[in-house]
């Protein structure tokens, strides 16, 4: 197991992240900082996030990807899997129990709700602290190279950027810039 320096901030008084881990991840084009990431609890990190890392690696090997995991046991299966760079985002208030889902959650459930809930906390705890987030749901993979810059090259014409085959009229989340 590998150890490096963290610094924990909490912002908000909601959300803690590990401010040295985003440094390390982030990258900067055009003067914006850009963190790229994940979410997912145990039930994700082997099977859904461990193929968008492996597509990464191939078609986006020059960027970063962060997973944030929201139990103990996604963060301890990211370290077996010997991911790159994960942290175990803490929650306090509505979402604290968060790091009590930690299966396949039905959709439409209080906790499915949250779990979708902590991705914008996340985004929104990021641009908080100065970044530009890049969201890219688990259950997505690369597919070609070049996708990263093509979303950075559209977020300076748009505030904000989706993709995916989503129900039309309806903003997909699969991907926010």
Known sequence: MKIVESQETEIH?????????LERVSFTRNGKKYVIFTNGNSWYIPTLITNLLASAKVHEPDHEILVYCTDKEGYDMCSTLE?????YVKFNGELSNVRNLSS???????????????????VSA???LGYTPIYIDPDMTFCKPGVINEIINNSFRY?????????????NSNLMV
């Open 13 to 21: 008084g909601i959300i803690h992240l590990d401010t040295k881990l």
């Open 83 to 87: 991911f790159p760079h994960y942290n």
């Open 104 to 122: 396949n959650t039905p959709g439409g459930s209080v906790g499915y709700t949250q779990l979708c809930f902590v991705k914008i906390r996340i």
């Open 126 to 128: 990021l641009i908080h």
């Open 159 to 171: 505030t904000f950027t989706t993709c995916g085959k989503g129900i039309p009229g309806l903003i």
